[in-house]
């Protein structure tokens, strides 16, 4: 027989609400990106390229907090549709650098105005003061947790 006495005493589980609460505010951009034909995912990942034009598959999967494995299957559909070059570095053939192609940078740019009105969606059910603060506390939460 199960012992139920541990499992009603046990702590409400973080990581089950982070995932939940994840996926709900995914949701809602994936919503608002949806016209544009891409998802928050591939949106955060063309940012995050823009902004690290060069960078390696390893060193952008370290600072999505990623598995490369992963991001490499997320970077995939955006490699067909002609929107990032997965370039083998010159140094190590191993190693892919990533860099925004033209149409790339354009489907960011387009995409700009779903993903303004999903972060005023969610800054007005938040409001200013706890919007701040949830973002300085994950960001924080991300860094204290390093291993």
Not at 7 to 22: G, H, W
Not at 75 to 84: A, D, I, M, Q, S
Not at 116 to 130: H, M, P, R, S, Y
Request: glycine letters at 6%.
């Amino acid at each position: 027989m199960i012992n139920s006495s541990k499992i009603e005493t046990t702590p409400a589980c973080i990581c089950l609400r982070f995932r939940k609460a994840a996926r709900r505010v995914s949701q809602i951009y994936d919503q608002h990106l949806e016209p544009y034909g891409i998802t928050i995912t591939q949106y955060g990942l063309l940012g995050h390229i823009r902004r690290f034009e060069g960078i390696s598959v390893g060193a952008l999967a370290e600072k999505l907090v990623m598995d490369p494995t992963t991001l490499t299957r997320n970077l995939r559909p955006l490699e067909r549709k002609g929107f990032v070059l997965m370039i083998p570095d010159e140094k190590d053939r191993r190693s892919r650098n990533l860099s925004l192609t033209t149409s790339g940078y354009e489907a960011l740019v387009a995409a700009r105005p779903g993903w303004d009105t999903a972060q005023e969606k969610i800054g007005n059910v938040l409001g200013f003061d706890t919007n701040k603060l949830m973002i300085d506390t994950i960001d924080q939460m991300i860094e204290d947790l390093r291993e």
